[in-house]
Structure formats: structure tokens, C-alpha cells
């Protein structure tokens, strides 16, 4: 909803637990108001009416308070849009009108500055405020967007902020790290033309927050290219957050006469539940918002890389697929190897036909066995890449990004396709709409292994626009691709959570969380990306024990079950390796999986205790039902382990707990916890309530 003064010049956004103001002056400054929790009109023109702190020569009377800092006049902090044409730089707007669009309730400020038209977009979902801007050139003349970003976000007066990121690198991705800030600008982001192991284009900051209390500001950005969010504390103290598409200010695009650049969205979220209010808040926006066909379950997968990597044949995943149906998974997928010339990452990305060897009947024969077996049928591709033993290479050499003069450097033996470019596109769509069309596939693994490292475009006059049309084309195919297909579900993948955000989980089922499967390892990890993201879309996979894809770590199944179960159950083992007992095992876990899925999937989740060496534990609540899901790293000197203080729940209800038969208070499971049972190292277990 969008409250309006009398003036035109106050507006007032409300959420059902929040509310956001901002003001424009005589002098069309865009101020921000207020950002927290919901307030009248009345209130945000009370503060529309404070005078502006100042004046002193060093400062700026605008630093800090504004929606949107352009570049020009009296600002010092860094611009969030910086734009130049042949006669000048930076922007000197007028405002030209407002309106609130009839279907979304999105707010649109518009301003001109001499036929560069800058519209300012502003729309509630629920509580998350989602923010974009359009640059528009209605003039004669070229203009560069060096930087667009997409908003601004401003904080209120307290002391002691701190920053929390969603930090990481290849098979360790999105730890939470929380640490003060301090003044001047943190900058976190991606100059790797993808989004990156490296960081969540997350922020969050609090000054006194718990997982269950207290303020917490969050901002998260949807673009799965480059990026950069900037968390500037300014000398007074004033906390600006800004964020974008694209890591520097060196040029984004260059609008000719007509056209016009649409930021990604960078949305944001007040909450004073806590990082677990904030959390959950999100999720039921991406749930809501953001993913398709959020409300439908995501089946258990079987995912062949760990089992057979790339040493694959029919015979060998027809196998591999009944061992699967035995367990209980709904739906087969086979990863990497099974076109071109693809026996190892030094060959055939780029030939999107089956291997002549491996699958000499195509893969319309295994896709029929697994359905026979009752399962889906899914595949992996990563077609935004090119081996140069390939036929695409050898026939196109020059459709990869690369420098005229310069090594083209290769990352796993690959080279990146310029997506910028209409023929690549084209080509893409149709192997990709054959492949999809020849098989009855139900599901495709997208996968992204290296980053941009030569991003030229001879002959291209803007060759930097890449970097943009890239995602940009990439979207587009997907798109199409789902409207195309629409049985097919995608799972984003980028070598584990190399490109997770909320641009990509607009047009993607679920997201391959990392690369590494150690259920321990796993915990930290999940620990982190829920505090953005639902469980809806984490993948995890129960693989073989020792660990072969990282660190030889041994485990039970019971273990690297519950583990997995935290999210999108996946199976990635050995299964022709597995012992009848580990099988019949593993159906029973499969089993409680499908039973708790609605829970895990749709349902709330409480983390109850981090995985800090300890106990750890989530807790996943929908109507009349909960679940906790408790691990134990190691138990020292026989210490007792605790309890775990359950969320949610009535208090003056009583609860039955599956597993033990034993009936609970809601109050003290509330205030005094429940006893998981774990004991030693390694210990996992799933509890189930059900309130009586
Ligand atoms: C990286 C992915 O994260 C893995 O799961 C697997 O699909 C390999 N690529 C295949 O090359």
C-alpha cells in the first residue's frame, strides 16, 4: 500500500509489519525517511519537515539522506548513478511525475535531467521492499551508464553497527560472518561475470540482533553476473548501503538515442524477529515472489557425478537407476559425460548430442527405463561454455569472449561463449530446444564452471556491454527455454553455489548449494545460505562415506542423511557399491524424507542452535506439525548434551513426539527443550511432533 501527502511530495509504502518513507524537497532532492517499522503518514511528514543537518563546508548537507545519490554537486559519497554524454558527466535532475501502478502498487518517481530520464521503482511484497531503477536516453545523443545501480538503501541514527556476509570460495560457500563496521565502505561483490562462490550479494546489518530478537536490516540482490554492494559508513556515522549490476564504474552500456537500461532488482527487509524473523521473512517472499512453482514439492534426485563422474555408459546409469527406484528416488539424473566427446573436462562442452559411444541410442532408451522405474529423467548441460576439443570450437573459434592479440585463457580446459552475441544465442536455443525435445526429459542440472577471464568482443564498439548482455541472454534463454518445456524443471548449478541469487531463482527449481557433500561441512554451509534462502531450493545429496569429492571425512548414513534432509533430499553415492543393509537403510531414510518434505520444504524454519562444534539443530513448523533435525559433531569429557528450546509452538498445547511416543508441554518445550538422544561424535537424529 502507498500512502501520499496532500502535496505530492511524501511517500509512505506499508507492509503488514513495516513501513518505508521517503520525501522529495522544493528543490527535487529525493530524501530518505524512514525504513522500519510501520508508521502514519503523519509520521513520515513530521520528518519530512526536519531541517537538514549542517551546513558546514566539508560536508554535504545531502550525504547520507538520499533515495538515490547520482554523481554532481554537493555529494561525496560514491554514486550510485554515474552517467556521461559527449558534452558532460553526472546528473542534475528535475522531477517530472509520479504514479502508483494500478496492478502492483509499484511506485514509479520519475526525473529528467536534459532527455536522460531516470524512473525510480518501488514496490512492497509483503514486508520486503523491492527496489529498481530505469535509465532511459530521450536525447540526441549516445549516453554511457558507467554505473546504474539499482538502490540505495539508507539506515536509521544508532551506534554500533554490524555487518553479517554470506562469505566463501569453491566447495565452502556462504559461511555467515558477522563483524563491525566501521567508517568508510566495505565492498563485497563479483568481477568474475558470474555471481560467485566468493560472496551471497547479501547484506545484513543489526546493532544488538539474536537469532530470535532484535532489528535486523537486510538487503539481497537479484543478477547472476558481475556485481558489487558497497556498505558505506559515512563521518557521521550514517549507514548507506548501495548495490548493482557490475563491479566497477568503468561502463556498464552505452544507451543509443531510444534505449533504455532496467537495473536488476535489489530488494530489502526490515525485521525486528531477529536473523531468524529476517530469514524466514525472506523466505516466504522467494517463495511467494521469486521461485516458480514454489507450492510443489521437490522430488528426492539421484545425481551421478560422485558415483561414476565422468566415466559413464548406459548400461552402467540404467543400473545406477534401478538401484535408485529401490531406495525410493523420484527422479534420475545424469551429470556430466554423456555428450560429444566428453570422457573428461578436456573435451566436448559445446556438442550437445549424446556420445556415439556411450549412448549410441541417444538418450531416449535410458529416459524411458527410468520413467519405467517410476522416476523423472534429468540431465546436465553447462552450454554457456566451449572445450576447445569440441566441433562448436573448431566450426565457431571466434564465438568466445576473447582479445584480439591476447591468450584466451582456459579455466578446466574451457572457454566461455559470448551469450552477448545473437548467433551464439541462437544456436544455443536450438540445441538445447532439440535436446529437450528428443528425450523425455523432466529436468536439466545448468551448470557454469569458470569465470569470465577475457571478456573482449572484437569488432563489438561497446565490447564491455558483454558483461551485462551476458546475464541478460542468459535469462532470456532460460525463459524460453521454461515456456518451451514446461514440464522441465532447471537446477542452478555453478560449480557447487557459484551463482545463487535471486535473479537466478526467478527462472530455477532448486540450486545446487556447493560441491562439497560432507554432511559436516554441510552444516555450516546450510547454517548460512538459510539465512537468505529456503530450504525449498537446497539441494543436498547423501553421498559415499569416506568423502570422495573433499576431504575423506567418514560418516554414518544416519548422519549424512539428516544432513541432507535440511533441504532438497539427493542421493549421489555408489549405489551399485552400497550394501543391501545400507540400502534397505537408506529406503527408510528416503522414506521419512517424503514424510517430513512439506515441512522442510514449505514450512518454517527455526534454527535452533548454530553448528558451531556442538549440537546443532533446525526445527521446520507448518500447521499442526514440526520437525527437528539435530546433529552432534563431538561430545567431550561425557558432557550432557543439551537440550534444544523449540520455536513456535503453543504453549498451552501438548505435543506428541513421533519417534520416542512421550508427550510434551508447548511451554516446556519452549522454555526447557527436548532431549535429542545424541550422544559421541557424529550423531544425527529426526524428531517429529505433532500437536495433540
Ligand atoms: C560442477 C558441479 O558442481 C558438479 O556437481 C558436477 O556437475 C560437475 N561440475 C560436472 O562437471
Redesign the pocket.
Known sequence: MVDIAEDGRTWLLSGPGSGYALHLTGADELLHLHWGPPIALADAEELAKRPPPGPWPFESPLDGREEYPVEGGPRFVRPALSVRTGRRRGTEWRFVSYDVDGEDGTLRLRFDDDGVGVTLHYRMRGDVVERWVTVANGGPEPVELLRADAATWTLPDREGWRLSQLHGRWAAESRLITAPLTYGEKVIGSRRGHTGHQHLPWAALDTDATEERGEVYGCALGWSGSWRISVAQLPDARVQITGGAGHDDSGLLLLAPGESYTTPVFAGLWSDGGFGGASRAWHAYQRAHVIPDAERDRPVLF?S?EATYFDITEEQQAALARRAAEIGVELFVV??GWFGARTS?RAGLGDWTPSPDRFPRGLKPLADHVHALGMRFGI?VEPEMVNPDSELYRARPDWVQHHPGRTRTELRNQLVLNLAREDVREYLWEHLDTLLSSAPIDYV?W?F?RCFTDAGWPGEPYPQRLWVDHVRALYALLDRLRAAHPRVAFES?S??GGRIDLGMLGRTDQV?TS?NTDPLDRLAIQHGFTQLHPARVMAAWVTDSPNTQLNGRASSLRFRFVSAMAGVLGVGGDLTRWSPRERTEARRWVELYKEIRPLVQHGELYRLRPPTGGLSAVQYLRGEQTVVLAWLQAQHYGEPVPTVRLRGLDPSASYECRETGEVHRGAVLLHHGLRTGLKGDLDATVLRLRRI
Open positions: 545425481n557425478w551429470d556430466d573436462d546436465w542440472k551448470d564452471n548449478c560449480g557447487g545446487w560441491d
